[in-house]
């Protein structure tokens, strides 16, 4: 039996017993999404903190380079996404026979956006050119992007294999991959960065390649592990293969399209912010990056309880069990943000210590603490604007939350935030920190507007606004 596959509270239970049962549950599967998130965010802290130590021109140029390449890859991890809830559906259902083909879509679909993302990365000279980057930086930055595009692939299909690996509720795989993933990527920083064991030193450029290679080796692992396990051997990749179907890509894309873009739309903001910042130097750059990353890196315990949450609703709403998926949705929340206080917390008072750990630039460190007490007003707003939209997304209601985000990001956010950094208009310019403001104002609007369409959401007839359904279980059935 595996993880999503627990037995279902029963009604007449009372409601703090339900509750603690579902959180239980939530825990099982969040717990080694949660150390898959971490070791993968991992890999972005390495390459920050050891590119800082390398000088303030690398530690700039991979966090200009990782502000382009992450957008690309969030969307197409979130469009990717859809297959766990589609097959952790299909298994609440007992339709196994669907998942296999699914998964081979999710495949197809990685290997085309794997020509995309080299296509648009390994050319980023023009956009480099626009934003007036420095020329040492701007050749750093081009040349750890060449090097990250080589393990695109591997990113790409590790992907598409969680959606089978998570959808039925084996979250412990790709945990187990991705920490494989960084245990490679550490030693090999270290070489190709500071030029050991006879190389010469790559700086920023060798994060790239470290990247590169640990996604690789991990990929290949997952392979070899899928096609000899005796937990997937109901789901063997090699003798379930299936042809392209376009009815069945069609299914994954009209739900994970909008997932893509809800996350692209959030992750762009985040990245136009530091292309935004970069005229005003690498300190300022570097500062900015060094926050986000530390809020990035902290944001993985509420994100997980949000994967997890979409993994359990879509279980039950495949199980037919709607008002034990409403109760862990409204409940989640509760979690969610007593996490987000403790966070909140850390940040105000650990500020000073945090930036340390990054960098030694004094200047660089300045700026970072200054940040990180911003990026502590908003944890609230962020934890519950994801646990929504991955409720949200256990129902396949994807459309509806993401002119949500559209509008909350770059209809709130981002404009207010160029406002207070750059202008005068509503305030003296506050510098780096005005769109750490922005950023709160968007996120508040986004949780604010996703709660109202989970909390009015009807399960029962697809959700408010949702007219699509009867046209994707239709491609869905095009999957077998």
């Given amino acids: 039996m595996d993880e999503t596959h627990q037995p279902l509270p029963e009604v007449r239970k009372p409601l703090i017993s339900r509750t603690l049962t579902e959180w239980k549950t939530l825990a099982i599967l969040g717990g080694p999404i949660l150390i898959a998130q971490v070791a993968q965010m991992a890999n972005g802290v390495i390459d920050t903190v050891m590119a800082g130590h390398a000088s303030a021109e690398d530690l700039a140029a991979v966090g200009i380079g990782s502000s382009l390449w992450m957008p690309l890859f969030l969307f197409f991890m979130g469009?990717?996404?859809?297959?766990?809830?589609?097959?952790?559906?299909?298994?609440?259902?007992?339709?196994?026979?669907?998942?296999?083909?699914a998964t081979w879509q999710g495949i197809y679909i990685s290997a085309a956006g794997t020509l995309v993302m080299v296509l648009l990365l390994t050319n980023v000279h023009p956009v480099l050119a626009l934003l007036n980057m420095e020329t040492n930086t701007a050749g750093i930055t081009q040349g750890y992007l060449n090097a990250f595009a080589w393990g695109i692939p591997a990113m790409l299909l590790m992907n598409s294999l969680r959606g089978l690996t998570d959808g039925l509720g084996h979250t412990r795989v790709i945990m187990a991959f991705s920490v494989l993933s960084t245990l490679i990527n550490l030693p090999l920083n270290y070489i190709f960065i500071y030029g050991k064991l006879g190389l010469p030193a790559m700086g920023g450029v060798g994060c790239g390649w470290a990247t590169s290679v640990s996604n690789g080796v991990a990929a290949l692992a997952l392979l070899v592990y899928l096609n000899h396990s005796k937990t997937f051997r109901q789901f063997h990749l090699i003798e379930d293969w299936v042809k392209p179907n376009l009815e069945g890509i069609r299914y994954i894309l009209r739900i994970g399209v909008p997932i893509g873009f809800t996350i692209f739309v959030e992750?762009?903001?985040?990245?136009?912010?530091?292309?935004?910042l970069a005229p005003l130097g690498p300190v300022t750059v570097a500062g900015h990056q060094i926050a986000l990353n530390v809020v990035s890196l902290l944001f993985m315990l509420p994100l997980s309880i949000g994967m997890a949450l979409t993994l359990r609703v879509s279980f039950l709403i495949g199980a037919r069990a709607p008002?034990?998926?409403?109760?862990?949705?409204?409940?989640?929340?509760?979690?969610?943000?007593?996490?987000?206080?403790?966070?909140?917390?850390?940040?105000?008072?650990?500020?000073?210590?945090?930036?340390?750990?990054?960098?030694?630039?004094?200047?660089?460190?300045?700026?970072?603490?200054?940040?990180?007490?911003?990026?502590?007003?908003?944890?609230?707003?962020?934890?519950?604007?994801?646990?929504?939209?991955?409720?949200l997304r256990g129902y396949k209601d994807t459309r509806i939350p993401m002119f949500i985000m559209l509008f909350s990001f770059w209809g709130v956010g981002l404009p207010l935030g160029y406002l207070l950094t750059f202008t005068d208009w509503l305030l003296p310019a506050l510098g780096a920190a005005g769109f750490w403001v922005g950023l709160t104002a968007g996120l508040t609007s986004a949780s604010l507007l996703l709660g109202w369409r989970l909390f009015r959401f009807r399960p029962e007839d697809g959700g408010r606004g949702n007219r699509n359904n009867k046209a994707i279980a239709q491609a869905g059935a095009a999957t077998t």
């Fill in 323 to 391: 008002d034990t998926a409403r109760l862990i949705s409204r409940s989640s929340l509760l979690l969610a943000s007593a996490v987000a206080l403790i966070f909140a917390t850390l940040l105000f008072v650990f500020a000073g210590q945090i930036a340390a750990l990054y960098t030694i630039d004094p200047e660089v460190r300045a700026v970072t603490i200054r940040l990180l007490t911003f990026a502590a007003m908003f944890q609230i707003a962020d934890v519950i604007q994801v646990t929504c939209i991955s409720a």
């Fill in 79 to 101: 469009m990717l996404g859809a297959l766990q809830p589609i097959i952790s559906g299909y298994n609440g259902a007992r339709t196994t026979h669907k998942i296999m083909p």
């Fill in 267 to 276: 992750a762009s903001m985040f990245s136009v912010i530091a292309l935004f």
